[in-house]
């Protein structure tokens, strides 16, 4: 393995830029850190995108990374699949809404479609998960998150994801926090395995 730093995004689909998803999601960033990672936070509130259009509905052909950060879907988008593409590892970072993730973060997922669809561009990299509510619905939002990031050839560590459900103040969630770190930890003990080699998951 090369001397080159590891690097993560962190995706918030709060709308709160300091509330109890991104404090938990701070810990695993803080985590990432601590082994040499390099990280980036990516709040999805401060340049919403526009909703999917389905291009794939009408030809599959259709749905390629450019037409969808280009004309009518220039927005930050462009710049979202550039970060996706360059990083080794992406946490995605929500509350629950309803038994699932917030709509930023359900619209962003849709609109990672075209790199999935172009050649299963994110082929191989490492996925980890935030989750946090007041009520119950944290496993339906990870399930619900894992499903289509795994079609997209996301890989996920053991323990892949922390939550925490009815504090009001995440830092006082002693498991959460131990999760938090752990799924920092693992993120970058499966980025760096897979890092060595070259792996291409989809091919034969």
Request: aromatic share 10%; glycine share 10%.
């Amino acid at each position: 393995m090369s001397d080159e730093k590891l690097k993560f995004v962190a995706f918030n689909g709060s709308p709160r830029k300091e509330g109890r998803t991104a404090g938990l999601l701070s810990v695993v960033l803080e985590e990432l850190r601590g082994l040499g990672a390099e990280t980036r936070l990516i709040h999805l509130v401060d340049n919403p995108i526009r909703p999917c259009l389905g291009c794939f509905s009408n030809s599959p052909e259709e749905c390629e990374p450019r037409r969808c950060t280009e004309g009518e879907l220039e927005d930050a988008m462009k710049g979202y699949h550039q970060l996706l593409l360059y990083s080794d590892g992406v946490i995605f970072a929500t509350p629950v809404m309803w038994f699932g993730p917030s709509g930023l973060m359900k619209n962003f997922i849709d609109r990672m479609t075209s790199l999935e669809n172009a050649g299963k561009l994110l082929d191989g990299r490492v996925a980890g998960f935030v989750v946090t509510g007041d009520e119950d619905g944290a496993m339906q939002t990870v399930m619900q998150l894992m499903g289509p990031l795994s079609e997209m050839g996301f890989l996920f560590p053991p323990y892949p994801f922390a939550t925490s459900l009815g504090f009001k103040n995440v830092m006082e969630d002693r498991e959460a926090l131990e999760f938090a770190r752990r799924l920092g930890r693992n993120l970058y003990r499966l980025a760096g395995i897979l890092k060595k080699k070259d792996f291409n998951w989809w091919g034969m």
